[in-house]
């Protein structure tokens, strides 16, 4: 278990987190291992086998910190927020314009032209630092077949078609992939993008990464006044966060260069992941935890925001972005802007 920069992330399994007035306190086997403030929590997320008293959620519901559930790999499986926040007008809004298929069609767009457009920035960065004459070629070939789906985007006219479009161009992006690995490749090169379960090892550290992305993203959402789990791209299902999911999109490239960069840099370790009867690739703890301070270490880095034209933490993203998203919705901008990011 580890705080790191006003996250609590706990993934000794067994743990049980209790209530000392104000204070978080986290103890295994009935031993304390550590007490945090309340007021030094934004967000605390939990691993597998963690056990939570009524108290701290009580505690967390009712300073607005968000306490996920994830599975021991690292897949969202619950959230606990606090009671929705936020003018009900706005709610009432996004679940119309929801079931409006031009203002779903409108928003779809613009969060797959994000994401797309920051694959692309990804591939043009990796052309940039690969020497090798093969991966060049390789990845420059896939940035222009990129820049040809965000053209097409603006064409698209059904939701389906917007998804159909998303999908040729994740299939170009991941088709590349292993050329943006440098270091280690017959270890750590994906075979495409796989997942539940992710089938070696670079997908594990994605999915992992992804799932506290979404935590991010879906926390974002709820601090806005908005719905995380009615979407505009993503399909409404129980128990899906498909907001969060449309969210988080933009970001995923951000999330996969952060993952190339602990390949890259060898902070993670062929033995640091397990295979599994079936083909299922699992993290190790170790692993777990020196993923989520590169993360949290992502997360404190300064960017300019590309709409807004301020310095801000990366790990505020998402807020701001849930913020925009509220304004087009509220009809106070013509649009959604997605973040892209060079």
């Known amino acids: 278990m580890e705080i790191q920069q006003s996250t609590l992330y706990v993934m000794t399994q067994g743990a049980y987190l209790h209530r000392d007035h104000l204070t978080v306190v986290v103890e295994v086997n009935r031993e304390r291992k550590l007490g945090i403030p309340l007021h030094n929590l934004e967000s605390v997320v939990l691993f597998g086998n963690v056990m939570v008293s009524p108290g701290v959620l009580e505690l967390c519901a009712g300073a ?6 994830l599975s021991e790999g690292g897949r969202l499986l619950a959230r606990v927020d606090a009671p929705v926040s936020g003018n009900v007008l706005l709610r009432r809004e996004q679940f119309r314009q929801a079931d409006s298929e031009q203002r779903s069609l409108e928003y779809s767009r613009a969060i797959v032209a994000g994401k797309v457009q920051n694959a692309r920035a990804n591939l043009m960065r990796a052309a940039r630092d ?120 933009e970001f995923r490239p951000m999330v996969d260069r952060l993952v190339l960069t602990l390949i890259n840099r060898r902070q993670v370790a062929e033995s640091g992941f397990t295979l599994r009867e079936g083909g299922a690739v699992e993290i190790s703890a170790e692993t777990r935890r020196a993923v989520i301070a590169a993360w949290q270490q992502r997360k404190q880095e300064q960017v300019t925001h590309p709409l807004l034209q301020q310095s801000t933490r990366v790990g505020l993203l998402p807020h701001l972005q849930a913020r925009i998203l509220a304004r087009a919705i509220r009809g106070e901008a013509p649009g959604y802007m997605p973040c892209m990011l060079k």
């Open 64 to 69: 607005g910190v968000a306490v996920s559930f």
């Open 130 to 249: 690969n020497a090798a004459d093969e991966d060049q070629q390789a990845l420059q070939g896939a940035v222009i077949e990129l820049a040809s789906m965000s053209r097409k985007l603006e064409f698209c006219e059904t939701r389906d078609e917007v998804r159909g479009t998303e999908g040729a161009a994740a299939r170009s992006y991941f088709g590349v992939f292993p050329n943006m690995v440098r270091q280690d490749r017959p270890v750590f090169a994906p075979k495409g993008r796989t997942r539940r379960p992710p089938l070696d090892r670079c997908n594990a550290l994605l999915s992992f990464l992804y799932a506290l992305l979404l935590a991010d993203c879906s926390a974002a959402l709820s601090g806005a006044g908005l719905d995380p789990n009615v979407g505009f791209l993503h399909h409404d299902r129980p128990g899906r966060p498909s907001l969060g999911l449309d969210l988080m999109e």
